[in-house]
């Protein structure tokens, strides 16, 4: 049975495209991204991907779709009990692996190459990606472990203060083997900033 027909058959073609997209990515970047190259290295047609994802558009959508939804898994994976610094620690550690191993998708996903109006799958699955972080911050200002305030703006410096940790190591500008270090500095000082004012 030939590769084409065992996709199509097991209905799997979409998850191929996405899967090899994501491998695109990585090696090449945006640019490099085609859905007829995808149709070759799939070892399908070169009409079949556009029943899956109408253009290249469609397709980086996807790849954001697919992005925030394993982020999601990757943060509820990280929820741990303790404190609110302890538990901002380990999910900042979880958030720094999946952006120092996929940075590529990161950026498709945080830097609006998906459609700028992603519509409500992409709005559920960005929610539900920052559930645990938010749950977090809103549990730590229950127990008076955080500052009063809306919990997005007050998560947002902490993410992109993450974010620009993982660029600088996923660069090489920063070892990664002085990660932990850097993490623990980034958390206490995020602390400092995060706790209630007397």
């Avoid at 190459?113 to 730590?140: L, Q």
């Avoid at 600088?168 to 932990?180: I, K, P, R």
Wanted: a negative charge; proline letters at 4%.
């Amino acid at each position: 049975m030939s590769f084409r027909s065992r996709s199509y058959h097991h209905g799997d073609l979409r998850a191929t495209l996405l899967q090899r997209a994501e491998v695109t990515l990585r090696e090449s970047g945006v640019d490099g991204l085609s859905l007829r190259q995808l149709a070759r290295d799939a070892g399908v047609s070169h009409a079949a991907p556009s029943r899956h994802f109408r253009d290249k558009q469609a397709l980086l959508d996807a790849l954001a779709l697919s992005g925030f939804e394993r982020l999601a898994e990757v943060y509820q994976g990280a929820a741990v009990a303790g404190t609110f610094a302890e538990r901002l620690h380990a999910i900042a550690r979880a958030y720094l692996t999946f952006a120092i191993e996929n940075p590529e998708l990161l950026a498709v996903m945080f830097a609006r190459k998906h459609s700028p109006d992603p519509g409500a799958e992409m709005a559920a699955a960005v929610a539900k990606a920052f559930a645990v972080p938010m749950a977090a911050i809103a549990e730590g200002q229950a127990r008076g472990e955080v500052a009063a305030g809306d919990p997005m703006r007050i998560g947002m410096p902490a993410v992109a203060a993450l974010q620009g940790l993982a660029t600088f190591v996923g660069s090489g500008f920063v070892a990664a083997e002085n990660l932990d270090e850097l993490l623990a500095d980034t958390i206490g000082q995020l602390m400092v900033g995060l706790r209630p004012r007397d």
